[in-house]
C-alpha cells in the first residue's frame, strides 16, 4: 500500500526538519518505503505506482507510543477484566496511540504479585486490532511517602531482594518498567537487580537530591516518571529530581502535557533544557474519555471535575493521574513552543526508544507500519495498526479511499 501524505513528520532521528510531502510505503505490516520532498505530481515517477491513498492536508506521523496509562474509557488496569483491557486496547487508536504500557500503582506486595500476574494473562489474549502492549509498568510501592501524591501511604514499603524478585517473577517477562524512589533504604541494590533483569527503571514520587538521583542513574536507572509531578523540585543550591533529570544525559522525563500538572511556560522549559529527552506521557486513569463523575485510582476513590480538560482529583483535591488523549498532549506541547516535529518525537521515537522498541515510533524502511493521519489542528483522523486501517473518525470524504 502506498500513502501519499500533505506532510509527513518521520520522527526517524534527532534532527527537526519542516514537514514535508511525501510518500510511505507499507508491505507486511512494515514500511518499506519513506520518499520525502516529493511533490503529489512526482509520486507516480518516485515510486513507478499510483497511491492507494492520498491525505490532501493534516500530518501523516508515527503510532504514538504511550509508557504510563493508569487506565482509560472507565476501567482501571488494576481491577479491570480481560473484556475491559481488550476495550481499551482497540479504542485507544482513536486518540493516536498504537503501543502503550499499562500501569500499577502502589498496592500491597503480595496484592501487586497477584495483578501482576493477572495482567500478563490479559495481555496475551488481547486482539490485534488494538494499540499493542509494550510491557506493564509498576509505579511504587517503592517510593517516598512525602511525594505520594495520590499513592495510599499505607503500602509505600522499602524494597527487598526478596519482593522485587517476586514482582518480577509474576509479570512472566512482561514487568518493563518500575517506578522508584532512590534515596528509600535498599533502592540502588533494587534498581541494579532490575535493570540486570532487563526492567527500565525510573525515578519517582521521591524526595532524593540531585546526587542520590545521579546515583540511580549509575546503578542502572534511565528515566524519570512524570518530570515536575511528585518529586523533589529545582532548586539553585539543590537542584533535586527535578535538576539532575534535566542535566543528567542518561535520564529521559516523562512530562504530562495537559497544562495542568505543569504549567505551559515550564513544559516549553523542559524541552528546551532537555532536548530529545522529553517522553509525552499521559498519565491517563479511568476517567479518560469519559463524563465527569466518580472513578478509581489504585483502589481509591477520584473525581472527574466538569470543567473541560481538567484531571482527575482525590477527596483532598491532589492530583490523580489525568483525563489526557495523546494526540491532545501533542497539541499542547506545540501550544507551549516546542516544534511540531520535537512534539511528534516526544510521542513517538523518544519513548519507543526508552522503552527498547527502535522499530516503533518512526517513519522509516523496516520499522512496523503503525500510522496516524493528524487533522491540521492534531486530532487523530485515521491510525494503522502494522498497515492495517483500524481507526478513522468518518469527518473527511477522503476517508472513504483508504483500505488496509
Known sequence: ??????????????????????????????????????????????????????LPDGYLVPGFVDVQVNGYFGAE??????????????????????????????????????????????????PDTGARVLGLHVEGPFISPDRRGA???????????????????????????LTIAPERLGALAAIEQLAAAGVLVSVGHSDATAEQVGAAASAGARMVTHLFNAQRPLGHREPGVVGQA???????SGLIVDLYHVAAP?????????????????????????????????GEPITLPPAL?????????????????MDLAVANAVRCGVSLAAAVAAATRIPANLIGKPNLGRLAPGATADLVWLSP?????????????????????????LRA
Open 309 to 325: 480538560g481538567s484531571p482527575p482529583v482525590r477527596s483532598d483535591g491532589t492530583l490523580a493521574g489525568s483525563a489526557l488523549r
Open 266 to 298: 515550564v513544559c516549553g522549559l523542559a524541552f528546551r533544557a532537555a532536548p530529545g529527552r522529553i517522553a509525552l506521557v499521559t498519565d491517563a486513569a479511568a476517567p479518560a474519555g469519559m463524563p465527569p463523575g466518580e472513578y478509581f485510582l489504585g
Open 77 to 126: 488496569f488494576q481491577t479491570a477484566d480481560a473484556a475491559s483491557w481488550a476495550d481499551v486496547a482497540c479504542r485507544l487508536p482513536a486518540t493516536g496511540t498504537t503501543a502503550f504500557v499499562p500501569t500499577l500503582i502502589t498496592a500491597p506486595i503480595d496484592s501487586l504479585i497477584a495483578e501482576l500476574s493477572t495482567a500478563a494473562g490479559f495481555v496475551g489474549a488481547l
Open 151 to 177: 499513592h495510599n501511604p499505607a503500602w509505600i514499603t522499602d524494597p527487598t531482594p526478596a519482593a522485587v524478585a517476586a514482582l518480577i517473577e509474576a509479570g512472566g517477562g512482561l514487568l518493563r518498567l
Open 246 to 252: 534535566l542535566v543528567d544525559a542518561r535520564l529521559t
Open 377 to 401: 489542528d492534531l486530532r487523530t483522523r485515521a491510525t494503522w495498526l502494522d498497515g492495517r486501517l483500524v481507526y478513522t473518525d468518518g469527518a473527511d470524504a477522503t476517508l472513504a479511499l
Open 1 to 54: 500500500m502506498l500513502i501519499a501524505a500533505a506532510q509527513l513528520i518521520t520522527a526517524a532521528d534527532e534532527t527537526d526538519p519542516v514537514p514535508t510531502e511525501g510518500l510511505v510505503e507499507l508491505t507486511d505490516g512494515l514500511i518499506t518505503r519513506v520518499v520525502p520532498g516529493s511533490p503529489s505530481t512526482d509520486v507516480r515517477a518516485a515510486t513507478g505506482a499510483r497511491p492507494d491513498v492520498v
